[in-house]
């Protein structure tokens, strides 16, 4: 019992002896009630035996700390709440309190006794027979369990000691378990432990059961759980499938909680580290020297004999290690980019405006679709503010457009190809107009001309598209047929309508 100062005894008696309530009491005095329901079962108050004449008075709903938490009403004895037996036990399948049920009580059917007897009553009403829990067993290497629990006291930067997160995977055949203590528990980290699980066992397993924990499933749900990516890709690397607890059924892997229980107890209980390697360093003896050796408590066999066993039954490990990525989710923006840690990266065939998915590598860059199919890969830009779009990727681009032009005019001839180039080479990217021109001769005029008159343009001093337009149309009149003159047609007036009017014209100037 906590020792109380004479006067706050005193004050506690006195308000126990006019019928205050204990929560009353402790508002008054600052003591705690479960103090106060010590001193009043000490001075046999009437709050300790329920009975008393305090008028109007609700005790609070906690039973005396003198009651026994298991205390059952004897089959010999007579409860004032038995008239109302049937209809306080459908109060209790409704999942009303005790204390619910006494009000009603009191106001519905005139009941004249104590809370402490509703109580009583309806805690022998809720007894229920202990829970039975199925023996779960496992071939060898079918299963893995894991989870975090808490190292011991380590030395941190900051000069304080601080306990970092305990990771362990336990073989639920043998019992054999890897132990790894780190500061930081994101979801990379819970994945590489995975990956160094694997390598130290020798293989992997086919199932790993962990509970609901942000690190390995995002979205829990009975029925599909969402993983984490990262998580997801390591385990299909290696060949396992996860199969994530109930919510709030921790007894589904009891076997990895047993060996952090047994981790914290025995190797790490009442120790200090001055770094997180040490730690590690004795969590790995532990293991070697006490943990694999020992008799398993429910086997009854040396978990490194069962664990011997077992490793040959282990999936194989891939020959290259995972390649770690963080997954995130981006927009593709109007030039058909995405932004990734401050570069921009082509993202076509995406369409523009869509949700696309990017994995980042340490030197590489994937963009995937909705259904996780590549759709580009990208080495990683350098620096920020840096563009990787391939030139098809583009929709337009002088040097690519030049290249497309010349490809026309290849195609017209030799001699045309030539002087494009020598007109490209003289005047730059301003003489993609020239050479386009070039091009759409072929519309109006034969190969074999152009090509004829492509060679005496180059033997022209300043080689022009002009130069080569001029030739091309002069050849055209001097090849195109000449109608004969003729002195009169349909189209020709008569020579005396012409002298008729000039003389005309001529006597009106006369006159004005």
């Not at 290497?141 to 000069?159: H, K, M, S, Y």
């Not at 005496?456 to 000449?482: C, D, G, M, N, T």
């Amino acid at each position: 019992m906590n020792v109380l100062k004479q006067h706050l005894r005193v004050t506690i008696a006195t308000l126990l002896a006019h019928g205050a309530s204990q929560h009353e009491i402790a508002r008054r005095t600052g003591v705690d009630r479960k103090t106060i329901r010590r001193y009043a079962a000490t001075a046999n108050s009437p709050m300790a035996t329920g009975s008393g004449s305090a008028a109007g008075q609700i005790p609070p709903p906690w039973p005396p700390a003198s009651a026994a938490a298991d205390l059952r009403v004897p089959a010999q004895a007579s409860s004032a709440c038995g008239p109302h037996r049937a209809w306080i036990e459908t109060q209790v399948a409704l999942g009303r309190n005790a204390m619910a049920i006494y009000q009603d009580l009191v106001e519905q059917h005139g009941f004249a006794h104590r809370y402490n007897s509703v109580k009583r009553f309806v805690r022998a009403l809720r007894q229920r027979d202990p829970e039975r829990f199925d023996v779960l067993e496992s071939m060898p290497g079918e299963e893995a369990q894991v989870d975090f629990g808490l190292g011991a006291p380590t030395l941190c930067e900051n000069g304080k000691y601080r306990r970092p997160h305990l990771f362990v995977m336990t073989l639920k055949y043998s019992g054999k378990s890897f132990r790894k203590v780190v500061w930081k528990a994101d979801q990379e980290t819970w994945a590489r432990l995975h990956e160094e699980a694997f390598r130290s066992f020798g293989g992997s397993v086919a199932y790993v059961v962990l509970d609901n924990l942000k690190q390995g499933v995002i979205r829990p749900d009975l029925y599909a759980p969402e993983l984490n990516p990262v998580y997801a890709a390591v385990l299909a690397h290696y060949g396992a499938i996860a199969d994530p607890a109930r919510v709030r059924d921790p007894d589904r892997k009891g076997t990895v909680e047993n060996a952090i229980q047994h981790t914290q107890s025995t190797a790490l209980k009442g120790r200090r580290f001055e770094s997180i390697d040490a730690q590690n360093a004795h969590l790995a003896h532990w293991e070697e020297r006490w943990a694999a050796p020992r008799i398993h408590g429910r086997k009854k066999r040396q978990v490194l004999a069962m664990f011997a066993e077992e490793q040959p039954h282990l999936k194989p490990l891939p020959v290259e290690g995972f390649r770690f990525f963080k997954q995130e989710v981006r927009t593709v923006d109007d030039s058909g980019l995405v932004q990734v840690q401050g570069a921009y990266y082509s993202a076509l065939p995406a369409a523009v405006h869509t949700r696309i998915t990017v994995r980042i590598y340490a030197a590489e860059i994937e963009i995937l679709d909705d259904h996780g199919q590549v759709l580009r890969r990208h080495a990683k830009a350098t620096r920020k503010g840096q563009f990787v779009l391939p030139e098809a990727d583009r929709l337009f681009n002088p040097s690519r457009e030049t290249a497309r032009v010349m490809a026309r005019v290849a195609r017209i001839g030799p001699i045309s190809e030539r002087l494009a180039a020598e007109i490209f080479a003289r005047l730059g990217r301003p003489g993609q107009r020239a050479i386009y021109g070039l091009s759409q001769l072929a519309r109006h005029y034969t190969c074999a001309d152009i090509e004829a008159a492509s060679k005496a343009v180059l033997a022209l001093p300043v080689p022009s598209y002009q130069a080569l337009k001029r030739i091309l149309e002069r050849s055209a009149v001097a090849r195109s047929p000449q109608p004969p003159l003729t002195q009169s047609g349909a189209a020709i007036r008569d020579m005396g309508e012409y002298q008729q009017f000039f003389m005309n014209h001529a006597a009106s100037t006369t006159t004005h």
